[in-house]
């Protein structure tokens, strides 16, 4: 599995949000208007900068219509970027 330049994982959620997103012919803005997301957040989300609450997830599942297995895969992603996220903080600490 390939790191980044900071030693981190690729950001798998973030690459799949974007998928999910264009896969159904979407801007950001579009998202943002039928999520009420801001677009701020969306972008951030799929570049990897923050990690969605749950309430996020749900909100896009609901928004895209996914399916269960796919709401469960966002989930599972969201859950690992937690982990990595505070496996990778400075100083090692834990949140």
Same mark, same amino acid.
């Given at each position: #599995?390939?790191?980044? /330049?900071?030693?981190?994982?690729?950001? !798998?959620?973030?690459?799949?949000? $974007?998928?999910? *997103?264009?896969?159904?012919? #979407?801007?950001?803005?579009?998202?943002?208007?039928?999520?009420? #997301?801001?677009? !701020? @957040?969306? !972008?951030?989300? /799929? =570049?990897?900068? @923050?990690?969605? *609450?749950?309430?996020? &997830? *749900?909100?896009?599942?609901?928004?895209?219509?996914? @399916? /269960?297995?796919?709401?469960? /895969? &966002?989930? =599972?992603?969201? $859950?690992?970027? *937690?982990? $990595?996220?505070? =496996?990778?903080?400075?100083?090692?600490?834990?949140?």
């Amino acid at each position: #599995m390939g790191e980044s /330049e900071t030693g981190a994982p690729p950001d !798998r959620l973030g690459a799949l949000l $974007r998928s999910l *997103r264009l896969d159904r012919g #979407m801007t950001q803005e579009e998202l943002g208007a039928a999520s009420g #997301m801001s677009v !701020r @957040s969306i !972008r951030d989300l /799929e =570049r990897g900068v @923050s990690c969605p *609450r749950i309430s996020t &997830l *749900r909100l896009l599942a609901h928004t895209w219509q996914l @399916s /269960e297995a796919q709401g469960a /895969e &966002l989930h =599972r992603l969201a $859950r690992a970027k *937690r982990d $990595r996220s505070a =496996r990778y903080a400075p100083g090692g600490a834990r949140w």
